[in-house]
């Protein structure tokens, strides 16, 4: 893919961070937010569906009660994550009213989007809302999300949602632009990369500082959505969100941020959803020759080809499938719970039935109902 083909996207999601919302006050910048308004107010009256992802809850927080430091404790952070969205949304209302447009909150916690049910209706509101010409705007519902619950960052959940309403494209907007081959604010040589087509674990390693007092992210966590968002096939710009016109530019084309290449192929909504979203319910420990035929030729994975189950899952749950070597190289939804493959787990598909007493399947898993990990 090369730059150009930007400029085709019909359906772009576009996340933006606390610091790019904020002055260090942190009190809103309005005039960022203004121009960002308008910048997504425009590829909207293009024909273009528009969802915004943003951050600046808890910072919005911060500013409205002058605290001079970021609060530590997880109730303290909620409590003025209320406070800030509410003002958050109110200034977004404002703004994007100014151009006719319409805008929905939508507030979502990692469970909805592994639980299969909830993420196929956050799916279908999102669709429908976009269909009434709405642009919706997405933050982690912090308020009540604990540990287990919690993406913890907005890249990532930027990235889940263009993989839920498969968008043509992410742009996550921070206080870089871009990704460099070396700390730029130590190395001045530091040179930006202007396109990515692998993640490796060098970047991986060498992206682990954290954001800004207010921002969970930084560029490690922008490294792990590109990973989704690339294997998933949808392509991916982290830009300054501080430069003029920054928008319009990545959608004309223009050489400004970094671009994360995807690969070839687009995957299937389904897919997306196994790889991504859910959370295994458990694990299956496959052979070699299991594995080859899952990895290298696409197949399903038979009772013969399993080793070793862990976990207590049940009949149509995500399960991680585990090499000889213990990494996990694909996910899917199985036919038998962990119960069942445990008894019929090294025998031929032909004895299912009678181990079992009855057989609905032949496959534990059918390959249509598998995704391998990258
Ligand atoms: N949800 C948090 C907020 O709105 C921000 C998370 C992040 O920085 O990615 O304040």
């Not at 425009?42 to 600046?56: A, E, F, T, W």
């Not at 959608?251 to 897919?271: C, D, S, W, Y």
């Not at 090499?323 to 090294?346: K, Q, W």
């Amino acid at each position: 893919m090369n730059r150009q083909e930007l400029t085709d996207c019909k359906r772009i999601v576009v996340k933006v961070g606390t610091s790019t919302l904020t002055h260090n006050t942190d009190q809103l910048n309005l005039m960022r937010m203004e121009s960002l308004t308008r910048e997504l107010a425009d590829l909207h009256n293009q024909g273009r569906d528009v969802l915004l992802v943003s951050s600046g809850a808890i910072g919005v927080g911060v500013g409205r009660f002058g605290l001079k430091e970021a609060p530590r404790t997880l109730p303290m952070k909620q409590a003025l994550a209320a406070v800030g969205q509410g003002t958050l949304l109110h200034m977004y209302e404002k703004l994007f009213a100014e151009y006719g447009k319409i805008v929905a909150q939508v507030l979502l916690t990692k469970d909805d989007f592994q639980e299969r049910l909830r993420y196929l209706n956050c799916r279908n509101t999102l669709l429908t809302l976009l269909s009434l010409g709405v642009i919706p705007i997405i933050n982690e519902n912090d308020t009540v999300v604990v540990d287990e619950i919690k993406f913890g960052d907005n890249d990532t959940l930027s990235a889940l949602v263009a993989g839920s309403v498969n968008a043509d494209l992410l742009i996550i907007l921070s206080d870089i632009d871009g990704l460099y081959d070396d700390d730029p604010r130590r190395n001045p040589e530091a040179k930006r990369r202007s396109e990515v087509y692998e993640i490796t674990e060098e970047m991986e390693k060498s992206s682990h500082s954290r954001g800004t007092k207010l921002a969970s992210g930084g560029m490690y966590t922008k490294l792990l959505a590109a990973r989704m968002v690339m294997t998933a096939g949808i392509p991916m710009v982290v830009a300054d969100g501080a430069d003029k016109d920054i928008l319009r530019r990545i959608i004309a084309g223009e050489q400004v941020g970094t671009l994360f290449v995807p690969r070839e192929n687009k995957m299937h909504a389904r897919e997306r959803w196994i790889a991504f979203s859910s959370f295994p319910q458990g694990s299956i420990q496959v052979d070699t020759g299991a594995r080859d035929a899952i990895y290298k030729r696409g197949k399903s994975l038979l009772p013969g080809g399993v080793v070793g189950v862990d976990g207590d899952f049940e009949r149509g749950e995500v399960v991680a499938i585990i090499d000889p070597d213990g990494h996990e190289f694909a996910r899917g939804i199985t036919n038998y719970s962990a119960g069942e493959i445990r008894l019929i787990a090294g025998q031929k598909t032909s004895q299912i039935e009678q181990i079992l007493g009855g057989k609905d399947y032949d496959e534990v898993i059918h390959r249509n109902n598998l995704t391998l990990c990258d």
